[in-house]
């Protein structure tokens, strides 16, 4: 087979020793007899499965005992509505930094809900202040990592006490947080967690049970908070897969250790662009993302070249999102510095050719 190199921004590369261990169990999931895909979610091994998540998540992000660990579907997508429909309460009134495509797209949904006021971020990431936000406002959403612009936020906002929603699909588990200074933190899984299917919530306890009666049952937190996250049949596949990355987190350096190799493979790469006469990247050094890296040409045609080429040497999905174009390589924690030396290797030489 030959070596590829996988710069999805999503659905994105797997540690491979997950996915060797996805297949050495699969048709006998823990002397079973039966896959893991078989296995009612009421079964003890599943049982075990979805605590053992929740427990290494809790651990690796250091989350502290007020806030529930929640594994729900619909995409980082259906929390653009559940969190509106959770947490906007009497007023009805939230704040939403709008850092990108994806924060417009939660404004757009929180919009149908209530009164949403939106704070326009210049090009980078400033420092947030509360005087930036209104008094009223039961929450402040940031999206704390620009997957299609490739910012992430380095200091998160000082809301005064009011509750801060982050939107973290794109770097969870990258570099550590402090799961307390937030009131809900929320990712697909599909990047840094494990594959599409399962949304990660971590919502701090006061923040739930504040859904109007007229909230339908699936789309209040409560209800996975009351079920175990099992009120209807989990996504159990990718619970056990995301269960498998959280493991693979453990065994290399937590996510501090996922930090150090983080900046290491986003430096290599923002090195070659910064000292490339070819390629440039617009983003303002502070406000820059390890994990999605745009990168582009002058040309067009240069770009296509660039881009036809890399595929033939193996560099999969580097074509950047279609509103932006050019190229965008996301380096997530499973992507391994050798994939990254090799890409800047073939842009250095790319470059030469071209000169
Ligand atoms: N937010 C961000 C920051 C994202 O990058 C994405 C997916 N690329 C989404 C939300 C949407 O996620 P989903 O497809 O899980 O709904």
């Known amino acids: 087979m030959k070596q590829v190199f996988n710069f999805s921004a999503g659905p994105a590369v797997l540690p491979r020793p997950v996915l060797e261990k996805v297949q050495k169990e699969l048709l006998n999931y823990s002397g079973t007899g039966m896959s893991v895909m078989e296995l009612s979610h009421r079964s003890g091994p599943f049982e075990e499965i979805i605590q053992g998540a929740e427990t290494l998540l809790r651990e690796l992000m250091d989350i502290p005992e007020e806030y529930e660990v929640l594994f729900l579907q619909g995409g980082a997508s259906l929390q653009f509505s559940m969190i509106p429909m959770n947490l906007l309460g009497e007023h009805g009134v939230a704040d939403y930094v709008v850092t990108g495509s994806w924060s417009k797209k939660a404004v757009k949904e929180a919009g149908k809900i209530g009164t949403i006021h939106q704070i326009k971020s210049p090009g980078d990431i400033p420092a947030y202040t509360k005087e930036d936000f209104s008094p009223e406002a039961s929450y402040v959403h940031i999206t704390s990592n620009n997957t299609i612009e490739g910012t992430r936020y380095t200091t998160y906002p000082e809301t005064g006490g009011i509750p801060l929603v982050a939107d973290m699909s794109s770097h969870i588990l990258s570099e550590p947080i402090d799961v307390s200074s937030f009131g809900l933190i929320y990712a697909g899984a599909q990047k840094n967690l494990g594959p599409s299917g399962v949304t990660v919530a971590i919502v701090r306890k006061d923040l739930i049970g504040k859904a109007p009666e007229t909230c339908p049952t699936m789309l209040k937190y409560e209800t996975y908070v ?3 996250s099992m009120f209807n049949t989990p996504p159990t596949f990718a619970i056990y897969v995301l269960k498998l990355v959280l493991e693979w987190v453990k065994e290399n350096g937590g996510v501090a250790g996922m930090e150090a190799l983080n900046r290491e493979k986003a430096g290599l790469l923002y090195s070659c662009i910064d000292e490339s006469s ?10 820059r993302s390890l994990m999605n890296i745009p990168f582009t040409t002058d040309s067009d045609e240069v770009n296509k070249l660039f881009l036809e080429q890399a595929k033939r040497r193996g560099f999969e999905f580097l074509k950047g999102h279609r509103s932006v174009g050019g190229m965008r390589a996301s380096l ?17 030489e790319f470059e030469a050719d071209q000169g």
């Open 278 to 287: 070819l390629f440039s990247n617009p983003v303002p050094e502070a406000s």
């Open 226 to 228: 009351e079920n175990g």
């Open 332 to 348: 997530y924690n499973a992507m391994p510095l050798e994939g990254v030396r090799a890409l800047v290797d073939f842009m250095k």
